[in-house]
């Protein structure tokens, strides 16, 4: 495989494309922030001083690095050798906050006046609240009113913070819906800065939430080979909009022996309204902002999505998945509701450690591909699963 293609030419870099996948499909009053967005966001990836800011705050604030954890008894339990990254012990309790911290100091340099967010599982919404707390900055948060009424805990949680909580109506009342609510404020708002949770919308969020998220790959590739000498044989995440999944994924694209295998919420299996395995089912158009895979009808109209994880439950998916997918440089499976609540409870009762669900599917993935592969694997625990232990699961 052509590793240059995975990693683009500097001409689709710029122009925020992933192979056909991408680019910046929004309204002509939206065009000129976000290109003032890109502009600067260039700047800035490439400024010393700002990418040592953001390291002092993972360090200091997040507590990076986190660990790559040996899993003993999962390990024996698969037959394979499997490490977990441990996103799930950063402060807040998922992956989503490296990328908060990043896109704050963005805003802060840009003199935004107001922080808009989605959230779907309420950890971005978390993270995002968190950072603006942190940062003295006014939060508003968007989630949608299914999501707020199954992630209870982290609605209390953005309000403690001090963000403004607003619930929406609109649709199924899951994540789609919140970035709707959140794009139709930011395009209302112009001094509001909108931090994306994950590598979808238009560009330039795809490429900037993989550069701050880019940290997980970066320090698992480190620590593999210093804890076992060498690179492992494939690595595992969930994939709602792509986030964690891209951070682990981008340290190991190049190593073309690293097999990459990435578990969407299959919900009640491959049938369309009742999963949200979008990469499966989907088909290839433009949606919010980016054009990648949608679930959508014969008509070319997205459709509702369903996954138990709220954090996976949406009908689009990041562009780059879209390309990884294509190029076949990643695989991308279901994983039902069913399969991933039991990787809930095994994870809990063979490690002490409980996951989120949404990383319970990344687990359920590993289970099933590596039963007794002997293989060296690493499994990205994008959060912890405080947010649904009084969801009655098991
Ligand atoms: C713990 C956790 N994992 C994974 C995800 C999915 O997001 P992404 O695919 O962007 O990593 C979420 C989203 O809310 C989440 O909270």
């Known amino acids: 495989m052509n590793t240059n293609t995975l990693n683009n030419t500097e001409s ?3 122009t925020g494309y992933f192979g056909i996948y991408g680019g910046m499909f929004v309204p002509p009053a939206l ?35 986190s660990p790559l954890s040996f899993a003993p008894r999962l390990s024996e339990y698969v037959g394979s050798r499997i490490y977990l990254k441990r996103e799930d012990l950063n402060h807040t309790g998922a ?4 990328n908060t911290i990043g896109q704050i100091l963005v805003a802060k340099f840009m003199g935004a006046k107001e922080i808009i967010a989605e959230t779907g599982a309420g950890q971005h919404g978390v993270a995002t609240a968190t950072a603006a707390a942190m940062f003295g900055m006014k939060c508003k948060i968007f989630m949608g009113q299914k999501d707020a009424e199954r992630q209870q805990l982290n609605e209390y949680r953005i309000k403690l913070l001090g963000a403004e909580f ?21 395009i209302e708002n112009p001094d509001s800065f909108y931090i994306i949770g994950s590598v979808v919308g238009p560009h330039p969020y795809p490429s900037m939430v993989r550069f701050f998220q880019s940290v997980i790959g970066t320090e698992s590739r480190k620590q593999i080979i ?4 060498k690179l492992p044989d494939s690595i595992f995440a969930c994939v709602g909009g792509g986030s964690n999944a891209i951070g682990l994924f981008s340290g190991f694209l190049e190593d073309e022996n690293v097999k990459i295998f990435a578990a969407e919420g299959g919900g009640e ?6 999963t949200a395995a979008t990469l499966e089912m989907g088909k290839q158009m433009v949606y919010q902002g980016t054009y990648s895979y949608c679930m959508a009808d014969e008509n070319g109209n997205p459709i509702d999505t369903y996954s138990i994880a709220a954090g996976l439950d949406y009908p689009g998916v990041g ?13 991308y499976h279901c994983i039902t509701d ?19 669900i949404e990383s319970s599917h990344a687990v359920a993935l590993a289970v099933k591909l590596l039963k007794n592969k002997n293989a060296l694997s690493i499994i990205n625990l994008s959060g912890r699963g405080d947010k649904d232990v009084d969801r009655k699961l098991i």
């Open 95 to 98: 992956h989503k906050i490296n």
């Open 12 to 14: 689709t870099k710029k």
């Open 166 to 186: 607003i619930t929406t109506n609109r649709g199924t009342g899951t994540l789609k819906d919140a970035v709707d609510a959140a794009l139709e404020y930011f």
């Open 31 to 65: 065009e000129p922030k976000l290109n003032k967005l890109s502009e600067v966001f260039e700047q800035l990836k490439n400024n010393l001083h700002f990418v040592k800011e953001f390291h002092y705050y993972l360090n200091q604030y997040v507590g990076r690095p």
């Open 338 to 356: 069913n399969e991933a609540i039991e990787s809930f409870k095994l994870l809990s009762v063979l490690e002490g450690i409980i996951p989120a």
């Open 319 to 331: 562009p780059e998945h879209a390309f990884l997918k294509d190029v076949k440089r990643a695989e």
């Open 226 to 229: 210093e804890q076992e000498g």
């Open 269 to 274: 299996g491959l049938y369309p309204g009742r």
